[in-house]
């Protein structure tokens, strides 16, 4: 990188944003079309003002700006800038805040350069000052899935945190509030003052299968298990949190968790659920498949999870309108949740920590985020799933 000031309204100044004394040099080698001759200035600033350290070049003569130093000698914080004036118009070439005892400096070729009080060069990170990072545990011994291929809740498990209830909403449900008693069992998180990031997620369970964390946005309870028409259901707005940080329901989909064994004889897939999608629409109708894991189970066990299929070019749901069971449960109980997911994870080997790194800034997660482990399982035994996640605050 060179510097040159190759006309008679060309100058290099130094701007000083507050009072503190600041020592500055600067060197320079004039070219004529015969001469070369080297020349030097320096100075001290206490104002905050901009000072010309390098003056514009006689006629017919080329400066060409060998080196700047500038040295905060306050006990104050400065921001200095270095300008390029043309007659009058400035250019920035550099600006840097300095500590105290803090350098900059920069030569012809190489490239402007922050010293600390040390005398140690000062590189610029991808973190920005103020972060801090937390590890949030898990240990959750859960039970056993009904077979392979259904998914299965770790919500009602105890160990860390503790289990999770839907409580007793209603049937038009709640929204959750995971910073608060009513979610306790969610992953916990704190309020922040930033924006919150998941970079790092080390996993490790006892049974192989596909592993799903996924912010629980709202809940419900109460619908009868043996009603097979439509039962109706008004959604409150729900919580920012959707993937763009809004109340659409982006990126979010519906399941129907088993909280109370259920007794039906046989697997059941003819369910159906009345939503509203996240572009607004009305009147969409969500759906199971008649495959192993896409269904209700004979006799579902507490903490077995159906997901539903949207409707072809749905990305999200923004309200339930009505559920539709059309095939008696027999009995027990259940929640219809909206879940927007987070992170999936395979396990390929049990009882070993496999870690997935986030590419900076990592994954964002909202305030009140209330995240649950799921799993869809390789097999019926119990399972216990064990590690955590690094959360970032910025």
């Given amino acids: 990188m060179a510097i040159t000031l190759d006309a008679t309204n060309k100058s290099i100044e130094l701007a000083t944003g507050s009072a ?13 079309t015969t001469t070369f001759t080297p020349g030097d200035n320096q100075g001290n600033v206490t104002t905050a ?16 700006i060998k080196s700047i130093q500038v040295y905060n000698n306050a006990s104050t914080d400065q921001t200095v800038t270095i300008k390029k004036d043309v007659g009058g118009s400035e250019y920035t070439l550099f600006k840097a805040t300095m500590n105290t005892g803090e350098s900059l400096a920069w030569s012809d070729g190489a490239d402007w350069m922050v010293y600390d009080n040390q005398g140690r060069l000062k590189t610029a990170t991808t973190e920005v000052e103020g972060t801090v990072t937390r590890a949030v545990n898990y240990y959750k011994p859960g039970g056993a899935a009904d077979a392979a291929a259904y998914w299965y809740s770790f919500w009602k498990d105890g160990g860390f945190p503790g289990a999770w209830s839907p409580g007793t909403p209603g049937v038009n449900g709640r929204i959750t509030l995971g910073t608060s008693s009513s979610d306790t069992g969610c992953l916990p998180l704190w309020t922040p003052t930033g924006t919150l990031y998941i970079t790092e997620n080390a996993f490790g369970a006892t049974q192989l299968g596909s592993y799903m964390l996924a912010d629980v946005l709202w809940v419900n309870t109460g619908l009868n298990v043996t009603a097979t028409t439509a039962q109706a259901i008004t959604t409150p707005t ?26 039906n004889a046989g697997t059941i897939s003819n369910s159906t659920i009345s939503y509203t999608n996240s572009t607004g629409t009305a009147g969409r109708t969500a759906t199971l498949v008649a495959n192993a894991g896409d269904q209700f189970p004979a006799t579902p066990v507490i903490g077995n999870t159906v997901w539903f299929s949207l409707a072809a070019g749905d990305t999200g749901v923004k309200s339930i309108e009505s559920v539709t069971l059309a095939t008696s449960l027999g009995g027990g109980a259940i929640s219809v949740i909206i879940a927007r997911p987070i992170i999936f994870s395979g396990v390929p080997t049990v009882n070993m920590q496999l870690i997935n790194d986030f590419a900076h800034p990592g994954i964002q997660i909202w305030p009140n985020s209330c995240l ?10 119990s399972n216990t799933i064990v590690g955590n996640i690094l959360v970032t605050e910025r």
Avoid: E, H
Avoid at 372 to 381: E, H, N, P
């Fill in 20 to 32: 503190g004394s600041v020592d500055w040099t600067v060197s320079w080698v004039d070219a004529t």
């Fill in 49 to 64: 003002t901009t000072t010309t350290i390098a003056s514009a070049p006689g006629a017919s003569t080329q400066r060409g």
């Fill in 238 to 263: 729900l919580p920012a949190r959707d993937f763009q940080g809004t109340t659409s329901g982006i990126g979010c989909m519906i399941g129907i968790v088993t909280t109370t064994a259920n007794t």
């Fill in 372 to 381: 649950l482990w799921f799993v869809k399982a390789s097999g019926t035994g």
